[in-house]
């Protein structure tokens, strides 16, 4: 008798990645195939993998600071202030309010250039490739106001434990009036590229979709639990950094589908500038940095604290020993944890959606993979 | 970085520096006065009581071992066997139904080394939560996995990090590390120049990733 070969089975394993453009990094999904039909997936993470929760152990408290930008590194400034705002809970500080404004503008500045980012890399995914150059051209703008006042654009360190070290620019504010005046014609554009386009529909619409309630499951957070109709947003429900004072709508969607969750992520665009706008008209004058000692030695002790990054819900578990150095951080990154929801929003679509699929979690490898 | 110092931790500094500038002081003098208590070498945590924590003890009793907070963030420790039941009731009849994180902490000194922790949210109570309990070396915490799927990948990256089996967990592999990776980075006595250098030989084909 003839052995058994593959094309005795209905089912095909296919490899994909870890070096695939539509991986957004080095990610390799094993997907076992009936047809052009997804049976199931298996992801195989870790290839970025630097350990920067040990090397967190091994550094002081501030010298760690710079690590955490080059974990989701298209949005470093919210890992950043994050970080900053973990330890200041440990040491019981808070940054002044002039230092809390400008976070607040940075962050959602950042928040618009992350989402410009999975704009154009899904876009591209589908087969729309005009949107890169776009949102390229307009995250340049944001990157130039980065630039302008830390000296980096990408991996920013532009905030320090208890406030900022640098104060603002001369022309701050006239370039982030003018940053608002320039985008907020530019998201219409793009919806008008995308939105009622019968190939970007026919991709997206009921594609990848995830229920609220399979959303809480898994731990999902962020545009993907919103779309999902979950009117949930760590700014509004627990507030840091006075986000409370800031008048912002939390957008949602109801299908939970990818075309959805494309919604949520353009009307949030739209939102963070109506926050930067407020902040950008209210910066108090004072000092930018709190009263904290040069050498950080929080107490012994622990805190959770979370923010909202553009990808979801961003905490840092820390654990202080009483000495200069953490005794442990912890990340709990949005992406690693949103990742987890791929098998089932992709189990039962065809092969093409899972391009699709990934690209609508909008997930950043270095901060899966740490 | 401030210009300013803590003014607890300056405290004994400038009664130092006074008496280097004047070292001919006369011994009669008044000692100076005493430096400010140090921090205690333990959390200094507040108990924690509301009807969510009467509730629980009710429910679970010496199960639970301790209900605290510390900066405002609340907290509450319990036996390890207990942990899936706690979840569970949690989940189930107090709305605690976003298991937000899982995670580990290694103390090689304590006779129970590892702390594992729980972060629990209630979207319906805007309420926040820790769970912790203390692992031996060796022992086989329960899955939670059977309550919260997200428990998954969470339990798969302790168990790297730091070599914590967990019981009845559907697929206890390594998740960030390779398969045939010798150590558990994590933990205390693992160096940060450590590595598995017969896996770099085998697989990378260089003598150290350094």
Avoid at chain 1, 110 to 134: C, E, K, Q
């Amino acid at each position: 008798m003839a052995e058994s070969t593959f094309l005795d089975s209905t089912e095909l394993v296919l490899n994909m990645g870890p070096q695939h453009p539509s991986t957004h990094g080095v990610l390799r999904v094993i997907l076992r195939l009936d047809g052009e039909k997804i049976m199931g997936t298996d992801c195989v993470i870790g290839y970025l993998h630097r350990g920067v929760e040990k090397i967190a152990e091994n550094r002081t408290w501030t010298q760690f600071a710079p690590y955490v930008d080059r974990m989701d590194y298209l949005a470093a400034v919210s890992n950043g202030l994050g970080y900053c705002l973990a330890v200041e809970k440990l040491l019981n500080v808070e940054a002044p309010p002039r230092a809390q404004v400008v976070r607040v503008i940075l962050t959602e500045l950042n928040r618009i250039a992350s989402h410009l980012v999975w704009l154009g890399t899904h876009a591209l995914d589908i087969g729309a490739l005009t949107p890169l150059f776009y949102v390229m051209r307009e995250r340049e703008a944001a990157l130039d106001i980065f630039e302008r006042y830390c000296g980096a654009r990408l991996t920013t360190h532009a905030f320090r434990i208890g406030g900022l070290q640098y104060d603002l620019y001369d022309r701050f504010e006239t370039d982030i009036k003018a940053f608002c005046d320039m985008f907020l014609p530019k998201v219409d554009e793009y919806e008008e590229l995308l939105s009622e386009n019968r190939i970007w529909k026919g991709r997206l619409v009921n594609v990848g979709v995830l229920t609220a309630d399979e959303c809480k499951e898994y731990g999902v957070t962020g545009p993907v639990l919103r779309a999902a109709g979950v009117e949930w947003d760590i700014r509004k429900a627990l507030p840091y950094s006075g986000y409370d004072k800031y008048d912002f709508k939390i957008p949602t969607a109801r299908n939970g589908d990818t075309y959805d969750r494309y919604i949520v992520r353009l009307e949030e665009m739209r939102q963070s500038v109506r926050i930067i706008r407020q902040a950008v008209e209210d910066i108090p004058e004072g000092p930018i940095m709190a009263k904290v000692p040069k050498v950080i030695k929080p107490p012994v002790g622990e805190a959770y604290v979370s923010i909202e990054a553009p990808k979801g819900e961003l905490g840092y578990y820390v654990v202080s020993d009483g000495s200069t150095q953490p005794y442990r951080v912890r990340v709990r990154p949005p992406s690693f944890i949103n990742l987890q929801a791929l098998d089932r929003m992709a189990r039962g679509g065809l092969v093409a959606d899972i391009v699709a699929v990934i690209g609508t979690l909008d997930i950043v490898l270095g901060e899966i993979d740490r | 970085m401030g210009e300013e110092q803590n003014p607890e931790g300056s405290a004994p500094l400038s009664g130092d520096s006074a008496s280097q500038q004047k070292p001919a002081a006369p011994p009669a003098k008044p000692a100076p006065p005493k430096p400010p208590p140090k921090a205690p070498a333990v959390m200094a945590t507040t108990p924690w009581e509301d009807e969510l924590t009467a509730l629980l003890q009710e429910r679970f009793g010496d199960r639970i071992t301790g209900f605290y907070t510390y900066l405002g963030q609340e907290f509450l420790t319990a036996q390890p066997e207990a942990v899936p039941d706690i979840l569970e009731f949690l989940k189930l009849e107090a709305d605690f139904d976003y298991l937000v994180d899982i995670t580990a902490v290694d103390w090689p000194k304590r006779e129970r080394r590892f702390d594992l922790v729980y972060v629990l949210y209630s979207f319906a109570r805007n309420h926040r939560i820790r769970i912790k309990t203390e692992i031996a070396e060796g022992e086989r915490p329960a899955s939670a996995v059977p309550v919260h799927l997200t428990a998954n990948w969470l339990e798969r990256e302790v168990f790297d990090m730091f070599g914590i089996e967990f019981e009845g967990h559907p697929d206890m592999r390594r998740i960030l590390l390779p398969e045939e990776w010798q150590g558990h980075p994590l933990r205390k006595d693992y160096s940060i120049l450590q590595q598995d250098t017969q896996w770099v030989r085998e697989n990378l084909g260089i003598e150290s990733g350094q």
